[in-house]
């Protein structure tokens, strides 16, 4: 029984680069969804996919985020041009239905210098 | 908006004592998961509660499902140094949307 894996675990770029996330939930879970993670702080809601569909994005996803579930399966997080306010860790999870338990991922951790 | 409050923000305890710790919502909740997070790594879920009054336990932990629906309960026995880390509260945003609010954390340290 394989988790959820993100890809990669620390990514370290400069102001004004674009970076992309990968993850890749658990194999039968239709729902996935993206949070970010400040110090001190509790997840906060990104946006949500069922299936290849994304139904919500949070109003702290600005235009510069970007977010994907090609064919239902792994989903890919980019960031164009970012900010020293982007740093932070990027979970992901996954979870069976809208009512299923959601398991996350171990984290991306971004610093942006 | 919605809003999780956990309490104590952080505790220092002796290896063997017993932890409490709570979440408490001005709104109701259909869900309360609990969720343990050490350094660098992402949530674990704990467990997860679904019924008003429900009482679970996972081994040495054991939460409960608040009867108003707006708090839920977090106890650890026998506490060891491998408890060490922030727990959180965790709730469905209400819809059918699953997207989940959490609290801001527990920090629990363990002194062996």
């Known amino acids: 029984d394989t988790g959820v894996s993100q890809n990669p675990r620390h990514k370290i770029t400069k102001r004004g680069q674009n970076v992309t996330f990968r993850c890749d939930p658990i194999?039968?879970?239709?729902?996935l969804y993206w949070y970010r993670q400040t110090l001190g702080q509790g997840p906060e809601f990104l946006t949500y996919?069922?299936?290849?569909?994304?139904?919500?994005k949070s109003r702290l996803l600005s235009d510069r985020f970007s977010a994907e579930r090609p064919k239902g399966s792994f989903s890919t997080l980019e960031i164009q041009r970012t900010e020293q306010g982007d740093s932070a860790m990027y979970l992901c999870?996954?979870?069976?239905?809208?009512?299923?338990?959601?398991?996350f991922g171990p984290g991306t951790r971004l610093t942006v210098t | 908006g919605q809003q999780l409050n956990q309490s104590p923000q952080s505790m220092f305890i002796q290896e063997g004592e017993d932890v409490s710790m709570n979440c408490t919502s001005s709104?109701?909740?259909?869900?309360w998961l609990w969720y343990k997070q050490d350094p660098g790594e992402g949530p674990v879920l704990l467990i997860a509660?679904?019924?008003?009054?429900e009482l679970t336990s996972n081994g040495r932990l054991t939460a409960q499902f608040g009867i108003t629906r707006k708090d839920s309960f977090l106890n650890i026995s026998a506490s060891i140094p491998s408890d060490v880390g922030i727990y959180f509260c965790?709730?469905?945003?209400?819809?059918?949307?699953?997207?989940?609010?959490f609290g801001q954390g527990t920090t629990l340290q363990v002194k062996p």
């Open positions: 999870a996954s979870s069976l239905g809208p009512r299923g338990e959601q398991y």
């Open positions: 194999s039968e879970h239709n729902r």
């Open positions: 996919f069922q299936n290849e569909a994304q139904l919500e």
């Open positions: 709104s109701i909740f259909n869900t």
């Open positions: 509660l679904y019924k008003a009054g």
């Open positions: 965790a709730g469905p945003q209400g819809g059918n949307t699953g997207k989940l609010i």
